[in-house]
């Protein structure tokens, strides 16, 4: 199966882990609430990482739960992990084999916490250390550019949250997830011509804020990854810190801006991009306006939730740099000097 396959199979994928860990996930939720710990402490790499980004917003507004990111190499190479006394020890892997990422919920499991799995394999050495797991069910993903496997991780991270909150509209919008990517996926045949302005693109940004601070990190990595291209992720927010200083007229700037809490902050920025910097301006958004400025204006359905918005924007982030690999004539299936699965201790 091909990336091109795999990107489009990701509504499929979502409906099935929906239909199928519901359930568990209402265990786990339950697990979390009768243990009552004080803070998330979660483990990941690479994109598994970003995921963890969208949980550190998602469980801390929607479930008051605080996260903070593992550092693994305290407990592999320096062998000094923290007193992590009540906390909730996640792991979230594609492969569940990367050592380091397993000895973090070892060591939480040890020190008495409960611990939980988020992966692609639940017989893996990161399941088998965990004392509850969530298989993302995602299917074998072959190609090494991670996609299905992502937005699967973020549904798991949604289901999560939705079965603590004990809430039924959050669960119905999460539902329409798989409609909402197939709207994107409409998108794929204009993208492919979008993608082709930017086939000698070498460097950019990419700016999120809120849920989609994970996007940003995400799309960027996809860059990197598949083109080659020097993507350098920003919150909006930290980009107005200095960073803006490199954009100068025709300066790419690639932006995911949905409606939702964090647009008014969005919009002025790339306001400001548009009309005092001339950046070049590749925006997903559901906001007319700001789309109306963009050189390439990617639309989200106008109903979705924000919460949500990072399952669905990735799709046509996915997409775009799908095309443009291809349209910089790299293989987008064997990117240089990478393997599917990445063992880091």
């Not at 990595?221 to 007229?249: M, N, R, W």
């Not at 647009?263 to 548009?274: A, N, P, V, W």
Request: hydrophobic share 45%; with cysteine.
């Amino acid at each position: 199966m091909s990336l091109h396959q795999e990107i489009h199979e990701q509504p499929a994928v979502i409906r099935h882990l929906l239909a199928a860990q519901s359930n568990q996930a209402a265990r786990i939720a339950s697990a979390i609430q009768e243990a009552d710990p004080r803070f998330a402490f979660l483990a990941a790499r690479g994109t598994s990482d970003n995921a963890a980004r969208y949980a550190n917003y998602l469980w801390g507004i929607a479930n008051g739960l605080p996260l903070a990111l593992a550092t693994p190499s305290a407990f592999t190479l320096y062998q000094r992990p923290p007193r992590l006394r009540d906390a909730l020890v996640v792991g979230i892997s594609q492969s569940g084999r990367s050592p380091d990422i397993v000895r973090v919920v070892a060591e939480g499991r040890r020190q008495g916490n409960l611990t939980l799995a988020i992966t692609n394999a639940p017989h893996s050495p990161l399941a088998q250390a965990a004392a509850w797991t969530l298989d993302i069910q995602a299917g074998e993903e072959r190609s090494v550019a991670a996609t299905k496997t992502y937005t699967a991780q973020l549904a798991a991270v949604a289901l999560i949250s939705a079965s603590l909150a004990q809430s039924q509209s959050m669960q119905t919008s999460l539902a329409r997830v798989p409609r909402w990517m197939e709207a994107m996926l409409a998108l794929d045949e204009t993208i492919a011509q979008q993608a082709q302005r930017y086939r000698y693109m070498e460097q950019c940004v990419v700016l999120g804020r809120g849920y989609n601070y994970a996007t940003a990190f995400e799309w960027a990595l996809k860059l990197k990854e598949l083109t080659y291209i020097a993507a350098e992720p920003y919150s909006s927010a930290d980009f107005q810190h200095g960073p803006v200083a490199i954009v100068a007229q025709g300066y790419p700037v690639l932006a995911v801006a949905p409606a939702g809490a964090v647009l008014d902050s969005m919009r002025e920025l790339l306001r400001y991009l548009h009309f005092k910097r001339r950046a070049e301006l590749v925006v997903i958004s559901n906001d007319p306006e700001i789309l109306s400025w963009a050189q390439v204006a990617l639309p989200l359905p106008a109903d979705i939730p924000e919460w949500l918005s990072p399952l669905v924007s990735i799709v046509a982030a996915q997409l775009f740099t799908y095309h443009l690999t291809r349209a910089k004539g790299y293989d987008t299936e064997r990117p240089r000097g990478l393997r599917k699965v990445t063992e880091t201790t």
